[in-house]
């Protein structure tokens, strides 16, 4: 009940391209879904964000998709770049007292061909 | 800048060695977690601290500790090192739950070589 799964594991893409990473989650107590961006040697910064009252999210060229019935969200990269070249991870939580118990998923690594 | 701060950055060391990472959290934040990232994998929760307090535990190992100072930092102890806890050590803080969006902000990691 507490996994995300992410898919797919490694993805190429043209520049200029969409590029399109998939998470499904169980538990329908997460009200948080963000994605995080990691780039070699540093660390995961937050990308964009969602909650479950909303079915879309767009802030530039990144979007959120949100299917709350299916427990299923996806991050859609419009008019790919090779800077966006990174691992992606997406990743449910919920808060708690005193913080929040956030699962991450396994992580896909993008490489934006020039 | 996340405002989280990680030492040291790179840590070399050898098989039953003990080491301790540091993290200092973002000014105001009470919580502070520590994930691990092995080559090719992803984020591993560790545990979580809450104003000097454990809040929650992840597939933390025994020979792993870890604990928040009253001033809010956080050590993360590791002992009777092996080969395979060579991995990325990440410390990320966040704001208690109350109010807070639920974002958490990573530090630069310390890198971990076990020989």
């Known amino acids: 009940q507490q996994q995300v799964k992410q898919s797919p594991q490694s993805l190429i893409v043209q520049k200029g391209g969409i590029s399109i990473i998939n998470c499904a989650y169980e538990n329908t107590a997460f009200d948080y879904f963000p994605w995080y961006q990691q780039f070699p040697g540093k660390g995961p910064a937050l990308l964009i964000a969602i909650r479950p009252d909303v079915s879309e999210k767009k802030e530039g060229r990144f979007t959120i998709s949100f299917n709350k019935s299916a427990k299923q969200f996806s991050l859609h990269i419009m008019d790919s770049q090779p800077g966006d070249s990174a691992t992606y991870f997406c990743a449910a939580s919920m808060g708690g007292t005193g913080g929040f118990k956030t699962i991450f998923g396994a992580g896909t690594r993008l490489f934006v061909k020039a | 800048d996340s405002g989280v701060t990680q030492t040291p950055k790179h840590l070399i060391t050898a098989t039953g060695q003990r080491v301790t990472l540091r993290c200092s959290p973002r000014?105001?934040?009470?919580?502070v977690y520590w994930y691990q990232q092995s080559l090719d994998q992803g984020l591993q929760f560790l545990i979580q601290y809450y104003n000097g307090e454990e809040r929650a535990k992840g597939n933390i190992l025994e020979r792993f500790s870890a604990q928040q100072f009253p001033d809010l930092h956080s050590e993360l102890n590791l002992s009777s090192l092996e080969l395979g806890d060579s991995a990325l050590y990440f410390c990320?803080?966040?704001?208690?739950?109350?109010?807070?969006?639920?974002?958490?902000?990573f530090g630069e990691g310390s890198r971990l070589t076990v020989l």
């Open positions: 000014s105001g934040d009470l919580s």
């Open positions: 990320a803080s966040s704001p208690s739950s109350g109010g807070g969006t639920g974002e958490l902000f």
